[in-house]
């Protein structure tokens, strides 16, 4: 079935276009192959005699994302199987299934609410990627269990085959951080964020400890804005900056009920000075990680 085709005009004449593909066989079949994939690696697993655990701590993943796996909720990166299939002797079962793998993920249509579609596909194809969150943590960079928090405290309240669409939409689009080559990603975080222990306090704490792993990633760089600043220049709420591969820089905006896709470049550059300057004004990178390890001892 032929896909829709959106088009979004940029200043001077600059034109992306963005194929929406609408073939929900695409869909089912991708969901197929990654819980038969998962299944694969529960057995291989079991086999051996590890746990979800162990297995991860090997491999050098968190035991949550080994679990998202073999229940088919995450999608299972063709690096993830190759080490699997090495690790437990598969026969080179897994690592032949990764072509597979990427052509799904191709072809998957994302599974986002139709208002955030378009900014979803550009972030797929981000070579730079920044992010201000003063609310909640980036979904970039939330576990599965904080994610599902989240989205089940959504007001008005939404139905539990929809939270597990969102949930798995916003799993997918943590490859960005996972692939290569590896896009650029900064994130600033307000502190009064890592003391907000939304979905309870065993989940935030491991969502702290993710933090901690994800700000040991070369390709991501990890600051938090005090909250004892006495100049804040991004008090006028969060917002998203992302450079598509081969097109300008966009800003994306959201706030309750509304979105917003910048591509008008005097909006968008001024929107990227700011985040300069909230950046300058944040902890380094270390010293923030050095400030959420001291969270975590302290709870």
Known sequence: MAGVVTVLVYGKGTVVRLAHPTDEDADQGAADLFRVLGRQVKALRERAGLTQRELGRRLGYGEET?????QGRRVPQPALLTAVDELLDAGGVLTAASDAVERAKQAMRIRHPVWF???????????????????????????EEHARALFGMRMPLLDEPTIEQRV???????ELLTRWP????????????LHRP????????????????????????LQVMPTDRTEHAG???AFILITPKG??????????????????????????????????????????LTAIEKLLGET
């Open 168 to 174: 798995a939409a916003r799993l997918a689009r943590q």
């Open 198 to 221: 939304l979905g309870g306090r065993e989940v935030h704490r491991r969502q702290l400890q993710h933090l901690l792993r994800l700000g040991e990633m070369r390709s991501l760089q």
């Open 66 to 70: 080994i679990a998202s796996v073999e």
């Open 235 to 237: 008090l006028g709420g």
């Open 247 to 288: 097109q300008p820089q966009v800003a994306y905006l959201e706030v309750q009920n509304a979105s917003k896709l910048i591509s008008d470049q005097e909006e968008v550059r001024m929107l990227a000075a700011r985040y300069g300057s909230i950046r300058a004004q944040a902890l380094t990178p270390r010293d923030s």
């Open 182 to 193: 590896a896009p650029l990603v900064t994130s600033v975080i307000e502190e009064s964020v």
């Open 117 to 143: 579609r378009d900014y979803a596909r550009l972030e797929a194809e981000a070579v730079e990627f920044h992010e201000y969150g003063n609310q909640v943590f980036p979904g970039l960079l939330q576990t």
